[in-house]
């Protein structure tokens, strides 16, 4: 049998005449940029995460360098965040003008470690950038305590997370902004790249706005810099096709878990450890296993996809030495980093390639 580690063509064929019928109205029109999509798909997203507004982004990558721009965070600014995350958290960072500054994951979630944030908060300090991994939600009410002691901006790291919860607030609307992306392998993912910016701050949105079209308004008249941060009405025609879909989907994920959970119960295998104030979307189902790489090749032998999210911590990348980090200062990431990685978890899984995928990894490890 053959498992992949995401299966998007078996989504597709369920949605595929609305996907063709919706590009092709953006086609016929030629509203090629902007537009009534994208319009609409700023809006509905924002519903659903809980918030005023939301400024569509080219990806969840610009919609965060976006943010870091319109709250001008830049030259002689540090922003606390996770070492254990995917590179765009940091590299947006860097490119912002910024310092990165790291503090250790909680063992349990991969999320960072909220009780250690307020220890490396300096006068320096402009944001703390929580990063929701694999869909659940951080401790978001420890981190905008300290946000709010010593007046920091908080940026979400959503990109994973699209309406998860914490203690029943969505994923986006706690901290100053909330960043998605739409890149395909997400739970509401298009078919290249996207994102999207959600706030409660109608003078950042007005900002944000302005930012994603090179910081021109009105056209020609550019008050600040900004860049091409535009998201594609293609893009939103086909998210907008798939979003009525993504609870449904999100809902088959966490049952796919469920069902994983049983059959790691008691083993070798520990699956993820879900928050009791979260709800989790499941965005990627990771497990902690012995003899990780030796597994990850044993289920590529049998034809069942894996991933290692993520191999090597941030701080250990060879772009980031000049920060000064080194290995063993954050034990928890380096120790994930060794241990976790994702099997398949996507909605259209039967419960006999489920059974494959948890047997395999089990009868390995014995």
């Not at 029109?29 to 005023?52: M, N, Y």
């Not at 941060?229 to 025609?237: S, T, V």
Request: hydrophobic share 40%; aromatic share 10%.
């Amino acid at each position: 049998m053959k498992v992949p580690l995401l299966d998007l063509k078996a989504q597709y064929a369920t949605i595929k005449e609305q996907v063709l019928v919706a590009i092709s109205e953006v086609l016929e029109s030629q509203r090629c940029i902007g537009g009534p999509k994208v319009a609409e798909l700023e809006e509905k997203i924002a519903a659903i995460s809980d918030c005023k507004f939301a400024v569509g982004a080219s990806s969840g990558t610009d919609a965060i360098l976006n943010s870091l721009m319109s709250l001008d965070i830049g030259a002689g600014d540090e922003v606390i965040t996770t070492p254990f995350t995917f590179f765009a958290t940091v590299g947006c960072i860097v490119r912002a003008g910024a310092k990165p500054v790291f503090v250790d994951i909680d063992a349990r979630t991969f999320n960072i470690n909220a009780a250690l944030i307020e220890s490396v908060v300096t006068e320096k300090t402009k944001a703390i950038m929580p990063v929701h991994l694999f869909g659940q939600m951080a401790d978001m009410n420890l981190i905008m305590a300290v946000a709010d002691k010593y007046n920091i901006v908080v940026i979400e790291d959503a990109a994973q997370s699209i309406t998860s919860t914490y203690k029943d607030r969505k994923s986006g609307s706690i901290g100053t902004v909330g960043c998605f992306s739409f890149f395909p392998s997400k739970n509401l993912g298009g078919i290249g790249d996207g994102g999207m910016i959600v706030t409660n701050d109608e003078q950042l949105y007005n900002r944000l706005f302005i930012m994603r079209n090179h910081g021109s308004e009105p056209k020609y008249y550019h008050k600040y810099v900004g860049a091409n941060f535009r998201l594609d009405p293609i893009q939103a025609a086909a998210l907008l096709v798939k979003l009525p879909h993504l609870e449904d989907w999100s809902e088959a994920r966490r049952r796919n878990a469920a069902y994983y959970n049983e059959k790691f119960a008691g083993t070798a295998v520990k699956p993820p450890d879900i928050n009791p104030d979260c709800v989790s979307i499941y965005n990627q189902y990771v497990i902690r296993v012995p003899r990780r790489d030796e597994v990850v090749a044993h289920l590529k032998k049998n034809d069942i996809g894996c991933e290692i999210y993520y191999p090597l911590p941030i701080h250990l990348q060879e772009c980031f030495r000049y920060l000064g980090y080194k290995e063993g200062d954050f034990p928890e990431a380096e120790k994930a980093a060794k241990e976790v990685m994702a099997i398949p978890i996507y909605p259209e899984l039967t419960d006999e390639m489920k059974n494959y995928v948890a047997d395999t990894i089990l009868a390995f490890l014995g």
